[in-house]
């Protein structure tokens, strides 16, 4: 393997439908059930909370790769402003999101597709032998995609996204036929109301709906123009996936016959919708709709599991640049300017996460690690910070505007996301990071950069321990100590607290290693 160089073969159509085919996956299917039995009619301000608080995110990280495009970019600025530790940290929760999605599609992929092939079930759900097989070829499909060249992969995923952009297009338009404005009064299951609005951001999946954005910043390296193309991709994948998400929402609403919806509620619909358009399309007598809904559910999630396996193999990369990995895993292939080392890497781990529940060290994180994309995002307001107070003179194709304004509200938002998943999340992840810091500041001790990585992560760590405890005491499956709206007035001045420390204690020379 030659130790070459990342190939510049995205375009800007490349990059908006990364973030496009990342986003409209298998969520699509079941956000608009699950978020209407929190929020009922009005979940479409939690459609639209979501895509600005993700669009604050967003044009963080554009300034951010604009200015430094790096494959695995999330993990690389940290690194680049706040040193080994924070860096390490940062890499370990998207290791976890990354690997762990692409199994988790290719198993979406093998539940969907027994309506045709029961073979590949078991009747508790888990997959027999030949189910298993099948889920380790989708994933070695997707490997060979992404092996031979970016460029490939990026024509494969064109033709994907272009149909898994169809097939909702369709649903929308033929359910909008039988829309009923009266389903939009029916309330939801108490509480309702803003906490079944913020419940439903993280509840039902929507905020991380719209997380797929970070494809292009991911792939930077290998885009044309990144420092034009990459924010302008990001923005329009939002764009496109709020308008599609929230058409869809209404569509879904709008549509379930008023008998089903007075008998069962729009919280009980769960219990008669395993898969909830082709149900409803069912109810409606549409035959033809069930079926193509189906053809869609086995292809979406394939597509948005080769991305995350692509996108896996970039985060091990940089891991590898930042030196937490071992070398082989940060070199590039020469002819084909794929990391084929954090390749392989992407695919063992990947595999790993398929593997029946009974066998899985990691079985029981299934559910969290998922979410666990969302901490990749918190450091990135602080990292801008660093940059601009230490880094005064780079060039910023793209810049935030109003940035001492923007920047904090976006840290806020992403702390407010991390309360509003939950205890029973937060107490399986929140400690997994906590772990992690402690034991690379342990075991780094001889490193010539120590005392500099420990003086610039100690926010990052108090951090993570405020929340474990307000998440614990919270009125977000925790203990109901605080009520609203004060426990998010202390989450939101714990944030500040954290935001403006940590960007007071970063590296105060930021060395950016060109590549």
Not at 353 to 370: D, N
Not at 415 to 430: A, D, F, H, K, P
């Amino acid at each position: 393997m030659a130790k070459g160089e990342l190939k510049k073969r995205l375009s800007l159509v490349d990059l908006s439908l990364l973030g496009i085919g990342s986003m409209i996956g298998s969520g699509w299917l079941y956000a608009a059930l699950n978020s209407s039995g929190y929020a009922g009619g009005n979940t479409g301000w939690a459609w639209t909370l979501g895509a600005v608080i993700v669009l604050l995110i967003g044009l963080v990280s554009a300034e951010l790769s604009a200015a430094i495009p790096r494959a695995g970019g999330f993990v690389r600025y940290p690194n680049y402003s706040h040193g080994n530790v924070v860096g390490f940290v940062i890499g370990v929760s998207s290791l976890l999101a990354y690997t762990s999605t692409a199994g988790v599609e290719v198993e979406a992929v093998r539940q969907y597709a027994l309506y045709w092939w029961p073979a590949l079930g078991q009747s508790d759900g888990n997959p027999t032998t030949l189910g298993f097989a099948v889920q380790i070829g989708l994933l070695v499909i997707f490997f060979l995609l992404n092996y031979w060249s970016v460029s490939v992969f990026g024509r494969v995923n064109t033709l994907i996204t272009t149909f898994k952009f169809i097939v909702p297009s369709i649903t929308i338009v033929t359910l909008l036929l039988y829309f009923n404005s009266a389903n939009l009064q029916v309330p939801p299951a108490p509480p309702g109301g803003a906490h079944g609005v913020f419940t439903s951001l993280t509840g039902a999946g929507i905020v991380f709906a719209y997380l797929g954005f970070r494809q292009a910043v991911d792939f930077a390296s290998e885009a044309k123009n990144p420092q034009r193309n990459v924010p302008i991709a990001i923005c329009i994948a939002i764009a496109v996936s709020f308008i599609i998400y929230l058409a869809l929402q209404y569509a879904f609403m709008g549509a379930v016959p008023s008998d089903v919806l007075s008998t069962h509620g729009w919280a009980g619909l769960k219990a008669i919708f395993q898969s909830p358009y082709a149900d409803l399309a069912r109810s409606l007598g549409l035959m033809w709709l069930i079926n193509l809904i189906l053809v869609d559910a086995v292809i979406s999630p394939a597509g948005t599991g080769n991305i995350y396996l692509a996108s896996a193999a970039r985060v091990l990369f940089a891991l590898a640049r930042n030196g937490h990995l071992w070398k082989s895993a940060g070199e590039v292939d020469e002819k084909s300017g794929v990391p084929r080392g954090a390749l392989w890497l992407a695919l063992i781990l990947s595999i790993a996460w398929t593997l029946p529940s009974e066998f899985q060290v990691w079985g029981g994180l299934i559910g969290a690690v998922t979410s666990a994309t969302v901490f990749t995002y918190m450091p990135g307001p602080v990292t801008l910070a660093a940059f601009r107070t230490h880094l005064p003179d780079l060039q910023r194709p793209f810049r935030l505007p109003m940035a001492a304004v923007l920047s904090p509200l976006s840290f806020v938002a992403s702390t407010l996301l991390i309360y509003w998943s939950g205890w029973s999340v937060n107490e399986i992840l929140i400690p997994i990071f906590i772990v992690a810091w402690v034991g690379y500041a342990l075991l780094s001790r001889k490193s010539p950069t120590y005392k500099q990585d420990i003086a610039c992560s100690w926010w990052l760590l108090a951090y993570y321990i405020a929340m474990l405890i307000l998440s614990k005491i919270g009125t977000f499956d925790g203990l109901n100590l605080l009520n609203t709206p004060l426990d998010m007035i202390i989450v939101t001045l714990v944030a500040l607290i954290c935001y403006y420390w940590g960007a007071k204690t970063s590296i105060p020379k930021p060395i950016i290693v060109e590549e």
